[in-house]
């Protein structure tokens, strides 16, 4: 079955702190994306990272397609950076973009 | 600023209602998806529409429908509202069918259902 798992459920750090945000998905699982959603509930793309890595200012992304993991790597964090952290991936067998979402990452950073 | 825009921002009505929630997607994006997010299920896929068509349907309940316009913005109709409705609900967009594409999440309309 189609499985997108994430750890840790939540992370709290100090400002200027790194912090590394994992997901497991099943095989049945590709086109890996990673998400921010903000204390306002906005959802925010970070990253399509279906294998490799990419990065982004402070924040970088692997995902080893291979071994079915991805990585969301922030660094020096801020306290902006709070908030939920999804990743999702969609159905390997399937042309749609239908995304199946992990029960995200609360990570808050304080001052 | 993903480009994609919801109305209402919040709504807040009472149970056996129907509302409708509004979407248009970022320009020259022909998909538009629909999910809902609630403290119990998470973020949950509903639906999607490819040019107008109905491509794709996941955890979408009877009570409630969908449709995308010549324009390309989209509807959701959820009737009969029950507690349970009260939820988060995105609509995001991207290019084409969206399998190998990035998906742009638009503001979110905030249901309550009292």
């Known amino acids: 079955g189609i499985q997108v798992e994430q750890s840790p459920p939540d992370l709290i750090l100090q400002e200027g702190a790194n912090s590394t945000l994992r997901c497991n998905f099943s095989d049945s699982v590709n086109n890996l994306q990673w998400f921010h959603q903000n204390p306002w509930g906005q959802l925010i793309n970070l990253f399509y990272?279906?294998?490799g890595t990419k990065q982004n200012g402070r924040l970088s992304a692997t995902t080893v397609a291979t071994e079915r993991y991805s990585l969301l790597y922030i660094s020096s964090s801020q306290t902006t950076d709070s908030g939920v952290y999804f990743c999702?991936?969609?159905?390997?067998?399937?042309?749609?973009?239908?995304?199946?979402f992990g029960r995200g990452t609360q990570l808050t950073v304080w001052p | 600023d993903s480009g994609v825009t919801q109305t209402p921002k919040h709504l807040i009505t009472a149970t056996g209602q129907r509302v409708t929630l509004r979407c248009s997607p970022r320009s020259g994006d022909l998909s538009v998806y629909w999910y809902q997010q609630s403290l119990d299920q998470g973020l949950q896929f509903l639906i999607q529409?490819?040019?107008?068509?109905?491509?794709a349907k996941g955890n979408i309940l009877e009570r409630f429908s969908a449709q995308q316009f010549p324009d390309l913005h989209s509807e959701l109709n959820l009737s009969s509202l029950e507690l349970g409705d009260s939820a988060l609900y995105f609509c995001?967009?991207?290019?084409?069918?969206?399998?190998?594409?990035?998906?742009?999440f638009g503001p979110g309309t905030r249901l309550l259902v009292l």
């Open positions: 999702a991936g969609s159905d390997r067998g399937s042309t749609l973009g239908r995304l199946y």
């Open positions: 529409y490819y040019n107008g068509e109905e491509r």
């Open positions: 995001a967009s991207s290019v084409a069918l969206g399998a190998k594409e990035t998906q742009y």
């Open positions: 990272i279906p294998s």
